[in-house]
């Protein structure tokens, strides 16, 4: 069973960067397709990116597309979302899940494993 990380959430100003981490254990994460999510206070969970298990394919929901970017090292079992030019409604608790697929269409169904979620916010 796979069990995931996430790490580098915090509170900056609108305009910075952050790049949170998702790391995981157990089985190679090689196999597994992974997802960003995103839930807002008051809010449903939505989607914000997700990556097939060799790195080679992509998706964003539009509202991050140009400012977001989901990447993976497999030598380190770690998917990281780097997410630049952070807007107030980008705050959330973000959350990593993985999914025994080769590649997840976006949305929120498929994945197997979900983390615990790591809190960014973002102030005005």
């Known amino acids: 069973q796979v069990q995931l990380i996430e790490s580098g959430g915090g509170l900056v100003q609108a305009g910075d960067s952050l790049r949170l981490s998702c790391t995981a254990s157990g089985p190679p994460f090689a196999r597994y397709a992974t997802g960003w999510f995103r839930q807002a206070p008051g809010k449903e969970r939505e989607f914000v990116a997700t990556?097939?298990?060799?790195?080679?394919?992509?998706s964003y929901t539009d509202s991050v597309k140009g400012r977001f970017t989901i990447s993976r090292d497999n030598a380190k079992n770690t998917v990281y979302l780097q997410m630049n030019t952070l807007k107030p409604e980008d705050t959330a608790v973000y959350y990593c899940?993985?999914?025994?697929?080769?590649?997840?269409?976006?949305?929120?169904?498929?994945?197997?494993?979900w983390g615990q979620g790591t809190q960014v916010t973002v102030s005005s």
């Open positions: 899940a993985a999914a025994r697929q080769v590649f997840v269409v976006p949305g929120l169904s498929g994945y197997d494993y």
């Open positions: 990556i097939s298990r060799s790195g080679g394919t992509t």
